[in-house]
């Protein structure tokens, strides 16, 4: 489940432009992780965006969260 989101926009792109796209994942917790995104141009380095959604991992078990296993992980 997405928990919340952030991008922000600092330079624009054309069609034709080819984009290189950086993704990670970080923060991991005992109820989620960060997904972070670096959209840059290939053809200047130019960096388009960056961007950061915070996921939340969900079981449910009746009417309460659990915490999934580190092994969800490895």
């Known amino acids: 489940m997405i928990n ?5 926009y ?3 792109a054309c069609l034709g432009d ?4 950086h993704l990670a994942i970080a923060y991991i917790n005992k109820y989620g992780f960060d997904m ?3 959209v840059m141009n290939k053809a200047n380095g130019k960096e388009l965006a960056r961007g ?4 939340c991992v969900l ?3 009746g009417e309460r969260w659990l915490q999934y296993q580190k ?3 490895q």
């Open 36 to 38: 972070l995104y670096q």
């Open 4 to 8: 919340d989101a952030l991008v922000i």
């Open 10 to 12: 600092k330079a624009e």
């Open 52 to 55: 950061k959604t915070n996921m």
């Open 71 to 73: 092994s969800y992980w």
């Open 18 to 21: 080819v984009l290189l796209i």
């Open 59 to 61: 079981i449910i078990a």
